[in-house]
């Protein structure tokens, strides 16, 4: 039942297909925000016809898993160019 209501509610990434290239961050550590919020996301973009990367970091926890996205992120778009 829980998964159920949280799938309903989980609307950040349903009906939006972005412009622009889309790297989703997770990690399977994470106790805050489950890995399958990330999956779940890169599948509403994929149905919208977005490509939508997803890197999973590994087992951090929530915030650190934060901090360590942030350079690859910027890396990321410098070679974006």
Do not use: K, Q
Not at 26 to 52: F, K, P, Q, Y
């Amino acid at each position: 039942m829980l998964r159920r209501v949280l799938a309903e509610n989980d609307t950040a990434c349903r009906g939006w297909r972005p412009g622009v290239p889309v790297r989703l961050y997770t990690s399977t550590g994470d106790r805050d925000v489950d890995i399958e919020n990330s999956t779940n996301c890169r599948a509403m973009l994929a149905r919208h016809g977005a490509d939508a990367d997803l890197v999973d970091l590994g087992d951090l926890d929530h915030f650190t898993a934060g901090r360590a996205a942030i350079p690859l992120t910027l890396d990321w778009f410098e070679r974006l160019g």
